[in-house]
């Protein structure tokens, strides 16, 4: 298995507060990825990074920001939390980004924002 | 845009009979394709990839899918459901050169002892 590490893996939080979100990797791998997980929408990108300080925005990331400081540190920050962000949060890598790479994921995050 | 198409949300099948998932893909080029699987409170599992190679791919726990760029499907099969096939299924398309993955909505398998 890929070593990605997301922490918390749940967390209930309350609306208007911050929230962040880790994805951890031991691979090395350049690209990272974070994803949203929402019944009959499969899994939406949010953001991705290319490099260490270099992220791209995905479809969904209206609410969100990422940050990465650090190869193995991928973070997510919720600037004031919504009930429409209340998802399963993954973290996903992939060495080079080409898309005949397949990503590999994380266990998950399941936030509640009430 | 790449859109995926997984038809049926639930399949339910009794154990030893064939499983059959649906994916099509809308692309004027063909993309790279995957099937992932995801287990309760787990991430996403690779099952298998397209990557314009042989059309008939093979995956881990006895899972295949054909490449068919006529009918634009990327359908996974199994010709024996086992009970610990249970989970839920995704398809996923890459555009080529693009490193971003778009999802169907999933597909959860249930089976019948």
């Known amino acids: 298995d890929a070593g990605i590490t997301q922490s918390p893996r749940h967390k209930v939080t309350e609306t208007g507060t911050p929230v962040t979100l880790r994805c951890h990797q031991t691979?090395?791998?350049?690209?990272m990825y974070w994803y949203r997980q929402d019944p009959g929408h499969g899994l939406r990108l949010i953001h991705y990074s290319y490099g260490v300080k270099d992220t791209d925005k995905g479809e969904v990331s209206d609410g969100y920001s990422v940050s990465r400081s650090k190869t193995e540190d991928f973070l997510l920050t919720l600037e004031s939390a919504t009930s429409s962000q209340t998802s399963v949060y993954f973290c996903?890598?992939?060495?080079?980004?080409?898309?005949?790479?397949?990503?590999?994921f994380g266990d998950g995050t399941r936030l509640s924002i009430l | 845009a790449q859109s995926v198409t997984q038809l049926g949300s639930h399949v339910s099948v009794s154990e030893g009979a064939l499983v059959l998932l649906r994916c099509n893909y809308s692309s004027s080029v063909p993309p790279y394709l995957f099937w992932y699987v995801q287990y309760p409170n787990q991430g996403l599992q690779l099952l298998l990839k397209y990557t314009s190679a042989a059309t008939l791919v093979k995956g881990i726990n006895g899972f295949e899918a054909e490449f068919k760029k006529s009918e634009t499907s990327f359908h996974l099969t199994k010709p024996s459901a086992h009970m610990s096939d249970a989970a839920e299924y995704f398809c996923?398309?890459?555009?080529?050169?693009?490193?971003?993955?778009?999802f169907g909505t999933g597909t959860r398998l249930t089976v019948i002892p």
């Open positions: 691979e090395n791998h350049r690209y």
């Open positions: 996923a398309v890459s555009p080529t050169g693009a490193n971003n993955l778009f």
């Open positions: 996903a890598i992939s060495d080079t980004g080409q898309g005949n790479q397949p990503q590999h």
